[in-house]
T-cell receptor, first 113, second 113 residues
C-alpha cells in the first residue's frame, strides 16, 4: 500500500461549493504539508503542520483551511470553491529537520466550474 | 525572495542519449538541494539530495552536481530510457525554515525511440 494516500483523486465541482480533500500517511511522520501545482508554476505551499497541535499558513493560504485530525491525517478544505482554485493538489509528509525528504501523495486533480 | 529557475523548460531526446538539466537558485541561507522526478499523474519522488559541502551525488544513471558558490546545480541523465520521460524538479531548502521548500517549475523531458 502507498505510504501517502489522497482522496479523492479527481473531483469536479461548481463555484461556491465546499470541498474537502483528505490525506493519510503510514510513515509515522509528524510533519504534513499541502501544496498546489499549476501549469508553468512550481509547487506552492498552502498550509503545513508540524504536529497535531501546530498549524501554519503557507504562501497561498487565502481561500483554504486545514484540519489535522490525527498524526496520520491532514485534510484541506475549500469553503467556497472558485474557478482559479482549479489545480493539482498534493499532500506531503516528512520527518523532523531540514534534511528530511518530503514524501508526496499521488495528487488530487480538482476542477471548479 | 527565494527563487529557483530551471532550464530548459522542455527537452526531447532519443533513447540511449545523455542529457543535462540546469538549475539556478537564490535561496538563502542554503540548506540543501534536491532533484525530484515527477511522472505524469503522480507525486514527485526524490532522486538526490546535496548539502553545501557536497558537489556531486549519483543515483544510478542520474548524477547531480552542485556549485554552491555560483548557486547552480545540474542533473545529468546517462543512457536515457523511455521511462525517464517525466518532469524533473529542482527543489531548494533554506536553513531554519522548518523544511519549507522552494520549487522550480521543472524541465519536461521526453525520451523517444
Amino acid at each position: 500500500d502507498a505510504d501517502v494516500t489522497q482522496t479523492p483523486r479527481n473531483r469536479i465541482t461548481k463555484t461556491g461549493k465546499r470541498i474537502m480533500l483528505e490525506c493519510s500517511q503510514t510513515k509515522g511522520h509528524d510533519r504534513m504539508y499541502w501544496y498546489r501545482q499549476d501549469p508553468g508554476l512550481g509547487l506552492r505551499l498552502i498550509y503545513y503542520s508540524f504536529d497535531v497541535k501546530d498549524i501554519n499558513k503557507g504562501e497561498i493560504s487565502d481561500g483554504y483551511s486545514v484540519s489535522r485530525q490525527a498524526q496520520a491525517k491532514f485534510s484541506l478544505s475549500l469553503e467556497s470553491a472558485i474557478p482559479n482554485q482549479t489545480a493539482l493538489y498534493f499532500c506531503a509528509t516528512s520527518g523532523e529537520g531540514d534534511y528530511n525528504e518530503q514524501f508526496f501523495g499521488p495528487g488530487t486533480r480538482l476542477t471548479v466550474l | 525572495k527565494n527563487q529557483v529557475e530551471q532550464s530548459p523548460q522542455s527537452l526531447i531526446i532519443l533513447e540511449g542519449k545523455n542529457c543535462t538539466l540546469q538549475c539556478n537558485y537564490t535561496v538563502s541561507p542554503f540548506s540543501n538541494l534536491r532533484w525530484y522526478k515527477q511522472d505524469t499523474g503522480r507525486g514527485p519522488v526524490s532522486l538526490t539530495i546535496m548539502t553545501f559541502s557536497e558537489n556531486t551525488k549519483s543515483n544510478g544513471r542520474y548524477t547531480a552536481t552542485l556549485d554552491a558558490d555560483t548557486k547552480q546545480s545540474s542533473l545529468h541523465i546517462t543512457a536515457s530510457q523511455l521511462s525517464d520521460s517525466a518532469s524533473y524538479i529542482c527543489v531548494v531548502s533554506a536553513l531554519g525554515r522548518g523544511n519549507k521548500l522552494t520549487f522550480g517549475t521543472g524541465t519536461q523531458l521526453k525520451v523517444e525511440l
